[in-house]
């Protein structure tokens, strides 16, 4: 059994310690929010994050996780009332919306270690992948974001 | 695990399975596309099913139905609003569902086509829509009238309250909803002039992007049934080749593995998470008869290209006017170019996956897709169960850039059909990114030679074109393909809109064993790069600034005339810029509308360009969400982009070389250029927009590095001709 804190919540997950947590989150305790998109910490669709930080959960392994405050998309807010949800909404940042999950989870850190970004900032800090070329409405909604 | 299927059922689900399956009484009906309900489907008890699209409760709650797949591209919005805006009902009301492929059967069709491909949605639904729309307007203020007993010429509706000014009576939808599905549709019905449309047209806020921000399970890959198993699966490595053994005792006793599955030209294994089926699948020896095509390289089908450009056989002409040998021969001037591009693979975001659990004499299916009716027919051929007994559930997809319609939409399908079959239990099969790069129906790999010859006043006399590459139908329909031609793979030179007197466009087909298909915006993204790239160097020969040219050639062109014209404006084509940037223009009609863009690039040290600004300008006739036509048009940058600077699939051994994102680039945040987008909608048509965006946007680009360093960029893409990154 590995104990894990997720959005505020104790899990005891009865999985190998080299499970990835992404697959801990999806298939073991049905969190679906988190997504996969490559498996190998290049798309950031699986964004988390861990004690405020950033993280890729395909390349983390659960048992590296236990004892620190997981956070994913589920945990920003259930209503949609989390300051980077509302720029979300406000600037209809996503189109498929597949990689929105991470993205946000990704701004969400960023904001927590920068609360005003500067455009440099958000280049270096948001790497994840958006197929669908959302980019120029996340960073529109990223300051959006930070002014609230 | 052991979720209920966790989908939302406001939006995903597809209609509930009431009654509408038994009825098959519809074949004979011949019924009018869009709005007819055949005869013994009528509405039930506790709403009102106005017509085939809308059903209208007690509470005005307005359900708008989508046939068309969104996978991001913003027409479930869309189109709901060319619906309501007819229906004149409160949009604030509305929300939709996706139609269930089944009941377009049962319904002869009142859905018309499903395929969400081509930028289609709205330019070939928007009347049927419009008239389904129109059609229960007037049957719900015919039942208000009948309620009131007064004729139905002195009602109104609007925002879904039809009034009797004379008695000053109201009546919401809800109230006579009922009433008014038993009335039969008029015959015919007047739509309203775009311009006092009140809810199309408008930027609206899009029906599905509350629950995008929220991590709701929305997508197929999020569904979770109860004894669910997940399936991981390796294809021949090689296109073409079978499965010729695997080693199962190697990873049968592994914790989480419940058992292998092969198939013809792959193998699945299954376990207890996706993970524990991937682990083992990479841990599981398997062999693979690579048949006829495994030493194919990359060099070697370049050089099978190259023959084509030089094929001096009797190669299929599929435009010739004037003279142009004669006219080559007699130019002052001439200049000669080849062109090349890869192949190029989508790699969607939510990777190819499908769910299927088998029922009592049916079967369910989860699954991203463009086209819910190929889902169903794949599944119908996969299982041997007849069509109606099969439940597609639609989900929104996470992209599909073409991937999942067209070509080969089924082939993900056919696999979990077999697994889930094979296994006994509901099985949720999803692709590696690996599996999915590798295993793509690919933009096809083209080339070209172009000849151009320039009068003594620099005026193009003559404009040359050979292609050599692959079709589409090579792989989409071969029997399509006619006397070695294929007249969608010559677009833009076909319908090439420069006033050149004499036009030669020819075609040396040149197709592999690479399987293609439809990549956004398709023939026009390689065809687009070449002629706009190659219009540069005819400019620059001639001595004449670029856009000016340009201009001077579309006299007889007044749409693109005026997205060209638009464009320089908004990005002051010929004014100063910073001290080393430099413009590039381009424009490229298609799918029905008009683009040009404007690139603004400087050159770093090792070769590559910084792009730092990209302005498009776009009509497409009539604009139904102008903020989805930007969001669309911005993200065909980002689509344009990555290809143009990074994107490329190369073959070796048979297969492709490329896997993941770290050897198959996209361009991120820190490579996002500012975007501009004008929109010139100048009404009287309807073009598509998911696509069009996109295949100005890279000779733009290459136009401006062309501009500056003197070098033409001939082949894509671009950072192979730089050592360091972008
Ligand atoms: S799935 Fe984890 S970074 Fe792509
Ligand atoms: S919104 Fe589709 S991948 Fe980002």
Same mark, same amino acid.
């Given at each position: 059994?590995?104990?894990?804190?997720?959005n505020?919540?104790?899990?005891?997950?009865?999985?190998?310690?080299?499970?990835?947590?992404l697959?801990?989150l999806r298939?073991?305790?049905?969190m679906m929010g988190t997504k996969f998109g490559c =498996?190998?910490?290049q798309c950031g669709a699986c964004t988390v994050q861990?004690?405020?930080?950033a993280a890729r959960a395909c390349?983390?392994?659960?048992?590296?996780?236990? =004892?620190?405050?997981?956070t994913t998309i589920e945990g920003l807010s259930t209503d949609g009332s989390h300051p980077v949800q509302k720029a979300w909404i406000a600037h209809q940042v996503p189109q498929c919306g597949y990689c929105q999950s991470g993205m946000m989870m990704a701004v969400d850190a960023l904001l927590k270690?920068?609360?005003?970004?500067?455009?440099?900032?958000i280049?270096?800090a948001i790497t994840n992948i958006c197929r669908c070329g959302t980019y120029a409405r996340v960073r529109q909604a990223i300051h959006t974001a930070a002014?609230t | 695990?052991?979720?209920?299927?966790?989908l939302d059922?406001?939006h995903t689900?597809?209609?509930?399975?009431?009654?509408?399956?038994?009825?098959?009484?519809?074949?004979?009906?011949?019924?009018?596309?869009?709005?007819?309900?055949?005869?013994? /489907?009528?509405?039930?008890?506790?709403?009102?099913?106005?017509?085939?699209?809308?059903?209208?409760?007690?509470?005005?709650?307005?359900?708008?139905?989508?046939?068309?797949?969104e996978m991001g591209q913003g027409?479930m919005t869309?189109?709901?609003?060319?619906?309501?805006?007819?229906?004149?009902?409160?949009?604030?009301?509305?929300? @939709?569902?996706?139609?269930?492929?089944?009941?377009?059967?049962?319904?002869?069709?009142?859905?018309?086509?499903?395929?969400?491909?081509?930028?289609?949605?709205?330019?070939?639904?928007?009347?049927?829509?419009?008239?389904?729309?129109?059609?229960?307007?007037?049957?719900?203020?015919?039942?208000?009238?009948?309620?009131?007993?007064?004729?139905?010429?002195?009602?109104?509706?609007?925002?879904?309250?039809?009034?009797?000014?004379?008695?000053?009576?109201?009546?919401?939808?809800?109230?006579?909803? /009922?009433?008014?599905? #038993?009335?039969?549709?008029?015959?015919?019905?007047?739509?309203?002039?775009?311009?006092?449309?009140?809810?199309?047209?408008?930027?609206?806020m899009r029906l599905d992007i509350a629950e995008k921000v929220m991590g709701k399970p929305i997508y197929a890959i999020d569904?979770?049934?109860?004894?669910?198993?997940?399936?991981?699966?390796?294809?021949?490595?090689?296109?073409?080749?079978?499965?010729?053994?695997?080693?199962?005792?190697?990873?049968?006793?592994?914790?989480?593995?419940?058992?292998?599955?092969?198939?013809?030209?792959?193998?699945?294994?299954?376990?207890?998470?996706?993970?524990?089926?991937?682990?083992?699948?990479?841990?599981?020896?398997?062999?693979?008869?690579?048949?006829?095509?495994?030493?194919?390289?990359?060099?070697?089908?370049?050089?099978?290209?190259?023959?084509?450009?030089?094929?001096?056989?009797?190669?299929?002409?599929?435009?010739?006017?004037?003279?142009? #040998?004669?006219?080559?021969?007699?130019?002052?001037?001439?200049?000669?170019?080849?062109?090349?591009?890869?192949?190029?693979?989508?790699a969607a975001m939510e990777p190819?996956n499908?769910?299927?659990?088998? @029922?009592?004499?049916?079967?369910?299916?989860?699954?991203p897709? /463009?086209?819910?009716?190929?889902?169903?027919?794949?599944?119908?051929?996969?299982?041997?169960?007849?069509?109606?007994?099969?439940?597609?559930?639609?989900t929104y997809s996470g992209g599909g850039f073409?991937?999942?319609?067209?070509?080969?939409?089924?082939?993900?399908?056919? /696999?979990?059909?077999?697994?889930?079959?094979?296994?006994?239990?509901?099985?949720?099969?999803?692709?590696?990114r690996?599996?999915?790069?590798?295993?793509?129906?690919?933009?096809?790999?083209?080339?070209?030679?172009?000849?151009?010859?320039?009068?003594?006043?620099?005026?193009?006399?003559?404009?040359? @074109?050979?292609?050599?590459?692959?079709?589409?139908?090579?792989?989409?329909?071969?029997?399509?393909?006619?006397?070695?031609?294929?007249?969608?793979?010559?677009?833009?030179?076909?319908?090439?809109?420069?006033?050149?007197?004499?036009? #030669?466009?020819?075609?040396?087909?040149?197709?592999?064993?690479?399987?293609?298909?439809?990549?956004?915006?398709?023939?026009?993204?390689?065809?687009?790069?070449?002629?706009?790239?190659?219009?540069?160097?005819?400019?620059?020969?001639?001595?004449?600034?670029?856009?000016?040219?340009?201009?001077?050639?579309?006299?007889?062109?007044?749409?693109?005339?005026?997205?060209?014209?638009?464009?320089?404006?908004?990005?002051?084509?010929?004014?100063?810029?910073?001290?080393?940037?430099?413009?590039?223009?381009?424009?490229?009609?298609?799918?029905?509308?008009?683009?040009?863009?404007?690139?603004?690039?400087?050159?770093?040290?090792?070769?590559?360009?910084?792009?730092?600004?990209?302005?498009?300008?776009?009509?497409?006739?009539?604009?139904?969400?102008?903020d989805s036509?930007e969001t669309q048009?911005q993200g065909?940058?980002v689509w344009?982009?990555s290809?143009?600077?990074?994107?490329?699939?190369?073959?070796?051994?048979?297969?492709?070389?490329?896997?993941?994102f770290?050897?198959?680039?996209m361009l991120l945040m820190?490579?996002m250029?500012?975007?501009?987008?004008?929109?010139?909608?100048?009404?009287?048509?309807?073009?598509?927009?998911?696509?069009?965006?996109?295949?100005?946007?890279?000779?733009?680009?290459?136009?401006?590095?062309?501009?500056? @360093?003197?070098?033409?960029?001939?082949?894509?893409?671009?950072?192979?001709?730089?050592?360091?990154?972008?």
């Amino acid at each position: 059994m590995i104990n894990i804190n997720i959005n505020g919540k104790e899990h005891a997950v009865d999985v190998d310690p080299d499970m990835p947590l992404l697959w801990v989150l999806r298939d073991t305790l049905g969190m679906m929010g988190t997504k996969f998109g490559c =498996g190998i910490a290049q798309c950031g669709a699986c964004t988390v994050q861990l004690d405020g930080v950033a993280a890729r959960a395909c390349a983390t392994p659960v048992s590296a996780v236990a =004892g620190l405050k997981i956070t994913t998309i589920e945990g920003l807010s259930t209503d949609g009332s989390h300051p980077v949800q509302k720029a979300w909404i406000a600037h209809q940042v996503p189109q498929c919306g597949y990689c929105q999950s991470g993205m946000m989870m990704a701004v969400d850190a960023l904001l927590k270690s920068s609360p005003n970004p500067t455009d440099a900032e958000i280049d270096a800090a948001i790497t994840n992948i958006c197929r669908c070329g959302t980019y120029a409405r996340v960073r529109q909604a990223i300051h959006t974001a930070a002014k609230t | 695990m052991n979720n209920l299927p966790n989908l939302d059922p406001n939006h995903t689900s597809g209609l509930d399975r009431r009654s509408f399956l038994v009825s098959s009484a519809a074949a004979g009906g011949g019924f009018m596309l869009g709005f007819h309900i055949p005869a013994g /489907q009528a509405a039930t008890a506790t709403d009102a099913e106005v017509n085939a699209w809308i059903v209208i409760n007690a509470d005005d709650s307005v359900l708008i139905r989508v046939a068309h797949s969104e996978m991001g591209q913003g027409s479930m919005t869309a189109l709901a609003m060319l619906v309501a805006e007819e229906l004149d009902c409160d949009w604030s009301k509305v929300r @939709t569902e996706f139609v269930d492929p089944r009941l377009n059967i049962t319904r002869n069709k009142v859905y018309g086509g499903m395929a969400t491909v081509g930028s289609r949605a709205v330019r070939t639904s928007h009347e049927y829509l419009r008239k389904a729309g129109a059609s229960a307007r007037q049957m719900l203020v015919s039942a208000a009238a009948q309620r009131w007993n007064v004729p139905a010429g002195e009602c109104q509706a609007a925002a879904s309250v039809i009034t009797h000014a004379a008695s000053n009576r109201k009546l919401g939808y809800g109230a006579v909803a /009922q009433a008014a599905a #038993k009335l039969s549709p008029p015959k015919d019905v007047a739509l309203k002039d775009p311009s006092s449309w009140k809810i199309a047209g408008k930027s609206t806020m899009r029906l599905d992007i509350a629950e995008k921000v929220m991590g709701k399970p929305i997508y197929a890959i999020d569904v979770a049934l109860p004894d669910m198993l997940h399936a991981a699966i390796a294809q021949s490595p090689v296109f073409g080749g079978k499965l010729k053994s695997y080693d199962e005792a190697a990873i049968k006793n592994r914790k989480g593995v419940h058992s292998v599955v092969p198939l013809a030209n792959a193998v699945a294994v299954v376990g207890e998470s996706y993970w524990h089926a991937q682990r083992a699948l990479k841990a599981m020896p398997i062999a693979w008869d690579d048949g006829a095509n495994g030493k194919v390289t990359s060099t070697e089908i370049a050089a099978f290209l190259t023959g084509g450009l030089n094929d001096s056989g009797d190669v299929p002409v599929a435009r010739n006017d004037g003279d142009v #040998k004669a006219a080559l021969a007699g130019a002052a001037k001439v200049i000669e170019a080849e062109y090349r591009v890869p192949f190029l693979s989508h790699a969607a975001m939510e990777p190819m996956n499908c769910t299927v659990r088998f @029922t009592e004499g049916g079967l369910e299916v989860w699954a991203p897709t /463009q086209n819910a009716e190929a889902i169903l027919s794949a599944a119908a051929r996969a299982s041997g169960i007849e069509p109606t007994k099969i439940v597609v559930h639609l989900t929104y997809s996470g992209g599909g850039f073409g991937r999942r319609g067209g070509a080969a939409p089924g082939d993900y399908v056919d /696999q979990a059909v077999l697994i889930a079959k094979a296994v006994g239990r509901p099985v949720k099969m999803v692709w590696s990114r690996e599996e999915d790069i590798q295993h793509d129906f690919y933009r096809p790999i083209s080339s070209i030679k172009f000849a151009a010859g320039l009068d003594a006043e620099g005026n193009p006399v003559a404009w040359n @074109t050979r292609v050599a590459g692959q079709s589409i139908l090579s792989t989409a329909n071969p029997a399509g393909i006619k006397n070695n031609m294929d007249a969608g793979f010559l677009i833009c030179f076909t319908d090439n809109p420069y006033d050149v007197k004499n036009i #030669k466009v020819d075609y040396a087909m040149r197709n592999t064993h690479v399987p293609v298909g439809y990549w956004r915006s398709v023939n026009h993204s390689q065809n687009g790069y070449f002629r706009e790239c190659f219009f540069d160097e005819i400019a620059r020969a001639a001595g004449q600034d670029p856009y000016e040219y340009r201009r001077k050639l579309l006299k007889n062109a007044p749409k693109q005339l005026a997205v060209l014209d638009a464009v320089a404006k908004k990005a002051r084509w010929g004014e100063p810029l910073p001290p080393g940037h430099f413009h590039g223009i381009a424009q490229v009609d298609g799918y029905g509308s008009y683009v040009a863009a404007v690139a603004e690039i400087s050159m770093n040290a090792d070769g590559s360009p910084r792009v730092h600004r990209v302005t498009t300008a776009v009509d497409c006739g009539y604009v139904v969400n102008p903020d989805s036509v930007e969001t669309q048009l911005q993200g065909a940058v980002v689509w344009a982009l990555s290809a143009a600077l990074y994107g490329e699939i190369t073959i070796k051994n048979g297969r492709v070389e490329q896997g993941n994102f770290d050897n198959y680039r996209m361009l991120l945040m820190a490579q996002m250029p500012e975007v501009d987008v004008v929109q010139i909608p100048s009404g009287g048509f309807w073009g598509g927009i998911g696509e069009p965006g996109a295949p100005p946007v890279g000779p733009a680009v290459a136009n401006a590095m062309l501009a500056a @360093t003197g070098i033409p960029v001939r082949s894509l893409p671009i950072i192979k001709r730089s050592t360091t990154s972008v």
